[in-house]
């Protein structure tokens, strides 16, 4: 019987430590359950600062002025007196096709002038003969009227002959090509020896290049939405991969007025615009034709405005509104909503909103933005100075956080930028 009892005094003892643990268990998750999650933040207080927004692109160098040197007749190129690289000037000879097969087209249309000229001199003595018989009725008019028409027919066909003597004689003249330009010659595809063709009506072999190189530009793609931003006699920062390191200054030029458009009526269509900036090098800098470049065109300086890093701007569902309130009777701080008609709820947006630390608490700051350039955005409405915004975590500005959050805001981690946080993502 004793050992019963000690038993049953053991399982007494067992179930209320197993009770006590429990309802400690129920306690803790309880207190757990109402406390209130605490958000760690980095935060930076709003100040006024210079925006410069920029639009980056990238290109190739190229001549402001250039022109390709291309055969207008056919033939062997018998002479090519300049080297690719040198310097040449407006007139100078760059290349003479073999001119013995134009050289006989003058020939033969000087032949067929002369006799039409022949003719022509026998047909005007002729009528000149007949209109003074005709006057004195010694012929009839009929041969008159024949005496007339032959002489309109000999006077055709001369200026028939002189403007086949012209087109030979400039056909012929072809077969020299002469420099159009002060420049250099950039480019040489051809050598002595090699059968051209052309004509007045196709483009006809390309021989050589000629350039201005003391005058050269960068022609950069531009998207359709950065270039309505970019202005002529915008100033850009050029590096050319071949000066990795040097920011040379450039000056907007020329803007295309239509479009470049990849891969049309596919989900990789791209639309860009050609934009075109003209180089201010140093003296120690040689630009050559074809060198790869990155440009950063200033389009626009703001002084004195307020910014906050680009990161702190996100967006929320803004609040609803009872209804029938008006849209002001919303709180402080807190991302107002306008009730729209039914018919207008599918054109509703996300609104932007910069975050906020006020004692220990978010608040919600719906915000307008302006420019922006690498790191920060101009704010138009909605802060004001030394309010401190929230810059990081990433996480945090884009999930976590919400009006009432509590949160503790640590400065001594490293502040998220726009870099760390792609590295984030």
Do not use: W
């Given at each position: 019987?004793?050992?019963?009892?000690?038993?049953?005094?053991k399982k007494?003892?067992?179930?209320?430590?197993?009770?006590?643990?429990?309802?400690?268990?129920?306690?803790?998750?309880?207190?757990?359950?109402?406390?209130?999650?605490?958000?760690?933040v980095?935060?930076?207080?709003?100040?006024?600062?210079?925006?410069?927004?920029?639009?980056?692109?990238?290109g190739?160098?190229?001549?402001?002025?250039?022109?390709?040197?291309?055969?207008?007749?056919?033939?062997?190129?018998?002479?090519?007196?300049?080297?690719?690289?040198?310097?040449?000037?407006?007139?100078?000879?760059l290349?003479?096709?073999?001119?013995?097969?134009y050289?006989?087209?003058?020939?033969?249309?000087?032949?067929?002038?002369?006799?039409?000229?022949?003719?022509?001199s026998?047909?005007?003595?002729?009528?000149k003969?007949?209109?003074?018989?005709?006057?004195?009725?010694?012929?009839?008019?009929?041969?008159?009227?024949?005496?007339?028409?032959?002489?309109?027919?000999?006077?055709?066909?001369?200026?028939?002959?002189?403007?086949?003597?012209?087109?030979?004689?400039?056909?012929?003249?072809?077969?020299?090509?002469?420099?159009?330009?002060?420049?250099?010659?950039?480019?040489?595809?051809?050598?002595?020896?090699?059968?051209?063709?052309?004509?007045?009506?196709?483009?006809?072999?390309?021989?050589m290049?000629?350039?201005?190189?003391?005058?050269?530009?960068?022609?950069?793609?531009?998207?359709?939405?950065?270039?309505?931003?970019?202005?002529?006699?915008?100033?850009?920062?050029?590096?050319?991969?071949?000066?990795?390191?040097?920011?040379?200054?450039?000056?907007?030029?020329?803007?295309?007025?239509?479009?470049?458009t990849?891969?049309?009526?596919?989900?990789?269509?791209?639309?860009?615009?050609?934009?075109r900036?003209?180089?201010?090098?140093?003296?120690?800098?040689q630009?050559?034709?074809?060198?790869?470049?990155?440009?950063?065109?200033?389009?626009?300086?703001?002084?004195?405005?307020?910014?906050?890093?680009?990161?702190?701007?996100?967006?929320r569902q803004?609040?609803?509104?009872?209804?029938?309130?008006?849209?002001?009777?919303?709180?402080?701080?807190?991302?107002?909503?306008?009730?729209?008609d039914?018919?207008?709820?599918e054109?509703?947006?996300?609104?932007?909103?910069?975050?906020?630390?006020?004692?220990g608490?978010?608040?919600?700051?719906?915000?307008k933005?302006?420019?922006?350039?690498?790191?920060?955005?101009e704010?138009?409405?909605?802060?004001?100075?030394?309010?401190?915004?929230?810059?990081?975590?990433f996480?945090?500005i884009?999930?976590?956080l919400?009006?009432?959050?509590?949160?503790?805001?640590?400065?001594?981690?490293?502040?998220?930028t726009?870099s760390?946080?792609?590295?984030?993502?």
């Amino acid at each position: 019987m004793a050992t019963n009892g000690k038993r049953s005094k053991k399982k007494i003892i067992i179930f209320s430590i197993i009770g006590v643990v429990v309802a400690v268990l129920v306690l803790l998750v309880i207190l757990g359950s109402n406390r209130e999650t605490v958000v760690t933040v980095q935060t930076e207080p709003v100040e006024q600062r210079a925006i410069t927004q920029t639009v980056a692109a990238t290109g190739k160098i190229q001549p402001e002025v250039q022109v390709k040197i291309n055969a207008e007749v056919s033939g062997e190129i018998i002479d090519l007196p300049v080297k690719e690289g040198e310097r040449v000037k407006k007139g100078q000879l760059l290349a003479r096709i073999k001119p013995d097969a134009y050289e006989a087209q003058v020939e033969r249309a000087q032949a067929a002038l002369a006799i039409t000229k022949a003719n022509l001199s026998k047909a005007e003595a002729d009528f000149k003969r007949a209109s003074e018989l005709f006057d004195k009725n010694l012929v009839s008019g009929s041969d008159m009227d024949f005496a007339r028409a032959t002489f309109e027919s000999a006077k055709a066909s001369f200026n028939q002959s002189s403007a086949a003597l012209k087109e030979a004689r400039e056909t012929l003249a072809k077969t020299t090509i002469y420099s159009p330009m002060e420049g250099v010659v950039s480019q040489l595809l051809l050598e002595v020896g090699v059968r051209v063709s052309g004509s007045q009506f196709t483009q006809g072999t390309e021989v050589m290049t000629v350039a201005d190189l003391s005058r050269m530009e960068s022609r950069v793609d531009v998207g359709e939405n950065d270039v309505v931003m970019v202005s002529i006699g915008d100033t850009a920062s050029v590096e050319v991969d071949a000066y990795s390191g040097r920011k040379i200054i450039g000056t907007v030029s020329r803007i295309a007025n239509t479009a470049k458009t990849r891969g049309l009526g596919t989900q990789d269509e791209v639309v860009n615009f050609e934009v075109r900036i003209l180089m201010h090098p140093p003296e120690d800098v040689q630009l050559r034709p074809g060198m790869s470049m990155t440009a950063d065109i200033f389009t626009e300086t703001r002084s004195g405005v307020f910014a906050v890093p680009i990161q702190s701007v996100t967006v929320r569902q803004p609040k609803e509104t009872p209804a029938g309130a008006p849209a002001e009777q919303a709180q402080e701080g807190e991302a107002q909503f306008v009730k729209k008609d039914a018919k207008k709820k599918e054109e509703d947006k996300l609104q932007e909103v910069v975050f906020a630390v006020k004692d220990g608490k978010i608040i919600s700051v719906p915000v307008k933005r302006g420019i922006s350039d690498d790191t920060y955005v101009e704010i138009t409405e909605g802060l004001e100075a030394g309010l401190e915004v929230v810059t990081g975590p990433f996480r945090a500005i884009n999930r976590d956080l919400q009006e009432g959050t509590a949160v503790k805001v640590d400065n001594k981690q490293t502040r998220q930028t726009g870099s760390s946080v792609a590295q984030s993502n």
